[in-house]
C-alpha cells in the first residue's frame, strides 16, 4: 500500500513527453520553498494498492511513468513494487523525484532497491537560492538529473542528458 496525494494522467511537466505522474505522500525534507509543502505529511495521502495504481497507469499506452510527491523514496518498498510491476508489464520509462542525492540512495538499500527501475533520476533537495525556471524538469541548480541504469551498470554517475529539440 501506498500514501497517494493524486495521479495525473497526461501531464507534460514531470519529465518528457506524456505521464502518468504519481505523486507520493510524505517527505522528509521540508524543503523552504517547496511548491508542494502539503505533500509532506503521509497521513495527507489516499491509500492505494499497487495493482490500483498499476491499472491507472496501464490504461494510457502512451504516457510514460514519474513518481513525485512528496518524496517516492520515503515509501521505497511500495514504489519499487510499483516500479517493478510497470517494468514487468509495460515498456514505459520511469522518472522519479526525489530530494535524496543518488550517491545516498545507493547507501540506503532500501532505497537502492527501487533505482534498479528508474530510468532517470531527479535528485537533490529543491534550494530557493539556486531557483532557475530555464531549467528543464527540475526547481533548482543543484538538482541533477541521472541517468540510473547507465550510473548503476558504471558504477558512477552519469548526467542525463535531455534534449528539447528531439523531446527526450
Not at 505522500?25 to 517547496?34: F, I, Q, R
Not at 518524496?71 to 519499487?80: A, H, I, K, L
Request: with cysteine.
Amino acid at each position: 500500500m501506498l500514501s497517494i496525494l493524486d495521479i495525473l494522467e497526461d501531464t507534460t511537466v514531470d519529465g518528457p513527453g506524456f505521464r502518468t505522474a504519481i505523486y507520493a505522500a510524505g517527505c522528509p525534507n521540508g524543503c523552504p520553498g517547496c511548491h508542494n509543502p502539503e505533500s509532506w505529511d503521509i497521513n495527507r495521502g489516499h491509500w492505494m494498492s499497487t495493482e490500483e495504481i498499476l491499472e491507472k497507469v496501464l490504461a494510457d499506452n502512451f504516457a510514460d511513468v514519474t513518481f513525485s510527491g512528496g518524496d517516492p523514496m520515503f515509501q521505497p518498498e511500495g514504489f519499487t513494487q510499483l516500479a517493478h510491476a510497470i517494468k514487468e508489464r509495460s515498456r514505459k520509462n520511469i522518472w522519479c523525484y526525489t530530494g535524496y542525492t543518488f550517491e545516498k540512495l545507493l547507501r540506503n538499500p532500501r532505497q537502492a532497491q527501487l533505482l534498479k527501475y528508474i530510468d532517470v533520476l531527479v535528485d537533490g533537495k529543491f534550494k530557493k537560492e539556486l531557483r532557475d525556471e530555464e531549467l528543464y524538469f527540475r526547481g533548482s541548480r543543484n538538482q541533477r538529473l541521472i541517468d540510473v541504469q547507465t550510473s548503476l551498470q558504471k558504477g558512477e554517475t552519469v548526467i542525463y542528458h535531455y534534449n528539447p529539440k528531439k523531446g527526450i
